[in-house]
């Protein structure tokens, strides 16, 4: 009986310092800033400061907030991390273009600096934000690089390689004499247009939509509706985005192809045109008689 006591008492003495074993990572004020010097909101930087210190929660770091103080090398992020008694230091640098640009640095102590450009809503970035920190303390800090010595061959006569030479055999290629009709030019150039001009109003309504979260004084449960809805919008505008670009490449290739000199076109029907998913993304596919 005394023994399963003993155990007990050690086990219960060695649970605080297990929990204690968890890396420490310090998180300095966020450095935000407009590119047309605006006004800079302080809700709007504690979001990104939340956001940073969730992504350390994930990867397993307990945060230790500084609430003055600001750092943007490593030198200096690693002078603080030995001040403060911690594993690593983070700080976030962003710079506002517009509503939907921003420049964003993320640096740390002992890892890797992060640039990156995102052309995107606000709560988009703040989810970059926080798997790109998640990420970054998930990978061990990188070790000093092994100094190879240099070998040294030993003295002796080396048989020369002898390059057989190759010869390569004409390829003849067959000619297509007939060329596109310019109709199909035509018809990839319209609807390329309608998917541009789709593109391009869902993109304004997915950005008003962000700035109206963004400056959002609803509830919680109404805040994550109106966000869900504006990811799907957004998830649509991506879509069209990337058919337009399709529509594109098709459109400049058979710019290329097109007979423009063929004046007894026999009339064409076109059955067919438009965005076609396939295994690896998408596409267009044009049906049709000539």
Not at 77 to 85: F, I, P, R, S
Request: hydrophobic share 45%; aromatic share 6%.
């Amino acid at each position: 009986m005394r023994s399963l006591i003993t155990i007990c008492a050690l086990a219960a003495s060695l649970l605080p310092a297990a929990a204690a074993a968890a890396d420490k990572v310090a998180i300095l004020p966020v450095s935000y800033a407009r590119a047309d010097g605006g006004e800079v909101s302080s809700q709007t930087v504690k979001k990104i400061e939340d956001e940073v210190a969730r992504g350390a929660q994930e990867a397993g770091f307990e945060v230790v907030r500084v609430e003055r103080g600001s750092c943007e090398d490593s030198d200096c992020l690693a002078k603080t991390a030995d001040e403060l008694g911690v594993d690593e230091a983070v700080a976030v640098i962003v710079l506002v273009e517009d509503e939907t640009s921003y420049s964003l640095k993320i640096v740390y102590a002992h890892r890797e600096k992060v640039t990156a450009e995102r052309t995107a809503g606000f709560f988009v970035v703040l989810e970059w934000l926080r798997g790109s920190v998640a990420l970054s303390l998930q990978k061990a800090v990188a070790a000093e690089p092994a100094v190879e010595e240099p070998v040294v061959d030993e003295p002796g006569e080396k048989e020369p390689v002898v390059e057989e030479p190759v010869v390569e055999e004409p390829v003849e290629h067959d000619r297509d004499e007939d060329g596109v009709s310019p109709a199909v030019l035509y018809v990839s150039a319209g609807v390329t247009g309608a998917l541009l001009i789709a593109w391009g109003i869902t993109d304004i309504v997915v950005h008003g939509k962000y700035k109206d979260l963004e400056e959002s004084d609803a509830d919680r449960e109404k805040w994550l509706d109106d966000r869900e809805s504006a990811r799907n919008l957004q998830t649509a505008d991506r879509v069209l985005l990337g058919f337009a670009a399709a529509g594109l490449v098709t459109t400049a290739v058979l710019f290329f192809v097109v007979d423009f000199d063929d004046k007894d076109d026999a009339p064409v029907k076109v059955t067919g045109f438009g965005p076609a998913p396939t295994d690896g993304g998408g596409g267009m596919l044009l049906r049709g008689r000539f």
